[in-house]
């Protein structure tokens, strides 16, 4: 256990600083007044209620493209609420923006967190009408584990499985596109040692012991011609996530002819100085814009 803290902790700062930049760009002035909504319900798994917070921007153009955004903290620690300022100003953008909640390790483990994030986007789906959401244009983002999962939305096809039993099994959980900061995309590879305990935590065991969970893990396992646009931020000198890890996965996606960009940020950790942080969130933004403009 002692293991983990020091990475577990990195991780909880890092998304602290995520949702503080996010709040302080949800500042500016916007477009759209923003109605939102807390502690929605989205499905339930194991007994246990999955809960969103929702923005709605009002009295903008409807059918309205979605975002959904998932927090990091090692799979098994952070909130929602990490990413209640980005989504807010995501909503005031004109976008339904929801931030979501997901069954945590160690008591939950792969592939929990996973379905959770499958059903989040099903829930959109089924919502869409009375949202005024438009099913062709739903998008996520994620930093660190959240990284992760927005990356493993945008590889699976609804036939790879791991649906999960939450609800909403009529709708489907691909999204179009994705954007995922200092995400781990091959759980297979080589991890420092705080790394390969934080996702032994996540997974329920080593890689030596159950590597067909870890490959299945793996958004990089799912990579094919049919995923969506993404966009990948890494950092040279993140001591958590090797930025090889990103070359993998810009290799993949190249191979199958996925469009999108793998950014690679020079000197940066897991997590980016406030310059960066700001200059990627507004490269964020412009990515959904374009990649999910109403056809």
Known sequence: MNSII??????????????????????????YEVEPRENVEYGKADGVPLLLDLYT????????????????????????????????????????SVTID???????????????????????????????VDRRRIGAVGG?????????????????????????????????????????????????????????????GSRDKMPDAYRRASPITYVDKSDPPM???????DPLVPYEQAFRMATALSQAGVPGRVEILLGEGHGFSHDEMQRTLAETMAFFDKRLAQK
């Open 231 to 237: 966009l990948l931020f890494q950092g040279t000198s």
């Open 102 to 132: 997901y069954r945590l390790a160690p008591k939950y483990r792969f592939p929990a967190a996973v379905e959770d994030c499958k059903c989040a986007v099903r829930w959109l789906r089924a919502k869409a009408d009375v949202l005024g």
């Open 57 to 96: 921007p009002k009295e903008a153009k409807r059918p309205h493209a979605a975002l959904v955004f998932i927090h990091g903290g090692g799979w098994s620690g952070g909130r929602k609420e990490d990413f209640r300022g980005l989504a807010a100003k995501a909503a005031a953008q004109g976008y339904v």
């Open 6 to 31: 020091p990475g577990f902790r990195m991780l909880v700062a890092i998304v602290a600083v995520v949702g503080l930049v996010s709040h302080l760009a949800g500042a500016a002035d916007t477009p």
């Open 144 to 204: 660190s584990a959240g990284g992760h999962l927005v990356m493993m939305l945008g590889a699976m096809n609804d036939h790879d499985g791991l649906e999960g039993t939450g609800g909403w099994s009529d709708q489907s959980s691909r999204v179009q596109a994705v954007v995922s900061y200092v995400g781990p995309t091959d759980l297979m590879a080589e991890y420092p040692d705080v790394s390969k305990s934080i996702v032994a935590r996540f997974i329920g």
